[in-house]
């Protein structure tokens, strides 16, 4: 059973439009979500996070959008760049759930390409 | 800062050896992980310690898995024996208490068993 689903395994967009990520979740714990970004033969590297008492955090191009009640978040990214072209991972964690609030529960990732 | 540093990146071994993958952590980090990915499970924690203990070793597939840290710079991930079942990418990552949520992967080890 996936608690971090990433239903769109590849996304392509044209350079310059907007890029738009989704990852939905099923356990009503998670109160802290994340996304990562990973480029081939490299480890996945820390893109924004939000915590559950927000419902957007924003940085430059990239701004995660959370929606409690549906148990979905997005990522947008906007304009997209060519450089931005890798495999996106959403991940979750239960901050206030005791001994195991150090644990990320990935999705599966979704390729964005993003076309020059 | 070197961040984490995995060796090796790539291991090619035969069904039934023993393999040993290892990882240094960034310096000050508390806790470290080890995942696995793989197309079909995607990633999955495998094994995480705090302050080099192991704390939570539930995503350890079975008794062939096992992983040790005997201090705060060095972790060892081991298959004893390997099975072909077992070939993946294996991450590293490790986190200060500070920011406990932000993982930082190293750029893992691709294993293929034959």
């Known amino acids: 059973d996936q608690q971090v689903k990433q239903n769109s395994p590849s996304l392509s967009v044209q350079e310059g439009r907007i890029s738009i990520l989704n990852c939905d979740y099923t356990?009503?714990?998670?109160?802290?979500f994340l996304w990562y970004k990973k480029y081939p033969a490299e480890g996945p590297t820390f893109l924004i996070s939000i915590s559950s008492i927000k419902d957007k955090n924003e940085d430059g191009r990239f701004t995660v959008f959370l929606n409690k009640s549906a148990k979905h978040l997005s990522l947008h990214i906007v304009p997209s760049q060519p450089g931005d072209s890798a495999v996106y991972f959403c991940?979750?964690?239960?901050?206030?759930?005791?001994?195991?609030?150090?644990?990320?529960?990935f999705g599966k990732g979704t390729l964005l390409t993003v076309n020059p | 800062d070197a961040g984490v540093i995995q060796s090796p990146r790539h291991e090619v071994t035969e069904m039934g050896q023993e393999v040993t993958l290892r990882c240094k952590p960034i310096s000050g980090h508390n806790s470290l992980f080890w995942y696995r990915q793989t197309m079909m499970r995607g990633l999955e924690l495998l094994i995480y310690?705090?302050?080099?203990?192991?704390?939570?070793d539930s995503g350890m597939p079975e008794d062939r898995f096992s992983a040790k840290m005997p201090n705060a710079s060095f972790s060892t991930l081991k298959i004893q024996p390997s099975e072909p079942r077992d070939s993946a990418v294996y991450f590293c990552?490790?986190?200060?208490?500070?920011?406990?949520?932000?993982?930082?992967f190293g750029a893992g080890t691709r294993l293929s068993v034959l």
């Open positions: 356990n009503s714990m998670f109160d802290y």
């Open positions: 990552a490790s986190t200060p208490d500070r920011a406990k949520n932000i993982q930082y």
């Open positions: 310690f705090n302050n080099n203990v192991p704390i939570d």
């Open positions: 991940a979750a964690s239960a901050q206030n759930s005791g001994g195991s609030n150090y644990k990320l529960t």
